[in-house]
């Protein structure tokens, strides 16, 4: 079984700063990815950012990075120069081989909030 | 870019009466789709896995008897609350896969539920 830590509830962080949030995971698996995602308050999710546990290097997309250390299980996402419309919940997620066609384990998710 | 559509976006209903939600993927062809449920300020939670011209897929504790899930083309899945009842109130968001390797799935916009 997989399961994706996100001990973060909420976070406040001031306009222009760059956030980390944290998300620690556990499988058993050899092979698996990872994701993040957002949710503005109208419920849509929106596709950040993915890592393949194979990848040797961190993935980014723009101002959105990740944080892939392998040893500690943890896959922290990264915004540098945080924006008001970065306002949203963060989820991340894992599947069981990294394949898109596969079943999302998500976390609780952490609330950011945007300080102008 | 890959958008998926759900339908309605909001519905109310009475105790009883069944609700079908339709989930269609707009610009490509999605031979996976899942449900997933998820409750106010709390994290999804996968519900099913559609595959077209299959059955559905259920997670341990859903009813398949109560949500129906049919996948009938490559671009359309539907599930049906049948004999609703106000535990059911949530918000149901589908998401689809175009089955491209990592490629991630894509997720509609959701639809709120509320069972009166």
């Known amino acids: 079984a997989q399961k994706i830590t996100q001990t973060q509830p909420g976070m406040f962080v001031q306009e222009k700063e760059a956030v980390t949030l944290d998300c620690t995971y556990d499988?058993?698996?050899?092979?698996?990815?990872l994701f993040w995602y957002k949710q503005p308050s109208s419920g849509e999710m929106i596709f950040l950012i993915y890592?393949?546990?194979?990848?040797?290097q961190n993935a980014t997309e723009g101002r959105y990075s990740l944080n892939f250390q392998k040893a500690r299980k943890s896959a922290n996402l990264v915004i540098s120069a945080s924006q008001l419309g970065d306002s949203a919940m963060y989820f991340c997620a894992m599947s069981p081989v990294g394949f898109g066609n596969e079943k999302l384990t998500f976390g609780t998710g952490t609330r950011l909030t945007i300080i102008p | 870019g890959a958008v998926v559509s759900q339908h309605p976006s909001r519905v109310i209903c009475k105790s009883g009466t069944s609700v079908k939600i339709e989930c269609r993927s707009l610009d490509f062809q999605a031979t996976t789709m899942f449900w997933y449920r998820q409750f106010p300020k709390q994290s999804l939670m996968l519900m099913a896995t559609?595959?077209?011209?299959?059955?559905?897929?259920?997670e341990q504790g859903v009813e398949k008897d109560k949500f129906l899930i049919n996948h009938a083309s490559l671009t359309l899945s539907t599930l049906t609350v049948t004999s609703a009842h106000p535990e059911d109130s949530s918000f149901y968001i589908c998401?689809?896969?175009?089955?491209?390797?990592?490629?991630?799935?894509?997720f509609g916009p959701g639809t709120r539920l509320t069972v009166l």
């Open positions: 890592q393949g546990s194979y990848d040797e």
């Open positions: 998401s689809a896969s175009r089955d491209r390797g990592t490629d991630t799935q894509y």
């Open positions: 499988t058993s698996d050899q092979s698996y990815g």
């Open positions: 559609s595959n077209e011209g299959s059955k559905a897929t259920y």
